[in-house]
């Protein structure tokens, strides 16, 4: 499994922006056999998904609460994938997850959604949006 890092949490006021990073722990984990998703939890609440893109990085899948307002991308030279989350809202608090998953597993879009096939989790961090 791999093992993975994200970074660039904060503190950030309403509309505000924050950029995510999720790198693997070792340079023998290559990202670029995985699917990568994003999945968060507030305090309280059940954890959710976010976002996600395939190995490719040629389709991605967002939640319908920030469809418009994040972005999910991979670098695949940096060996790196991202969510740049901009007019941040207090509900968007969380910490927020990175997920990798074998391809296999994703046998159709909707497979994107859900946490199931995603085997490698990060410890995550933490967004906090001001009002």
């Known amino acids: 499994q791999a093992q993975i890092l994200e970074t660039g949490g904060g503190v950030v006021q309403a509309g505000g922006s924050l950029s995510l990073s999720c790198t693997a722990s070792?340079?023998?984990?290559?990202?670029?056999?995985?699917?990568m998703g994003w999945f968060r939890q507030a305090p309280g609440k059940e954890r959710e998904f976010v976002a996600a893109?395939?190995?490719?990085?040629?389709?991605?899948y967002y939640a319908e609460t920030v469809k418009g307002r994040f972005t999910i991308s991979r670098d695949k030279d940096k060996n790196t994938a991202y969510l740049q989350m901009n007019s941040l809202k207090p509900e968007d608090t969380a910490v927020y997850f990175c997920?990798?998953?074998?391809?296999?597993?994703?046998?159709?879009?909707?497979?994107?959604?859900?946490?199931?096939?995603?085997?490698?989790w990060g410890q995550g961090t933490q967004v906090t949006v001001s009002s």
């Open positions: 997920a990798a998953g074998d391809p296999m597993g994703f046998y159709d879009s909707s497979t994107y959604y859900s946490d199931s096939p995603y085997e490698s």
């Open positions: 070792t340079s023998e984990i290559r990202f670029s056999n995985y699917c």
């Open positions: 893109i395939d190995w490719s990085g040629s389709a991605t």
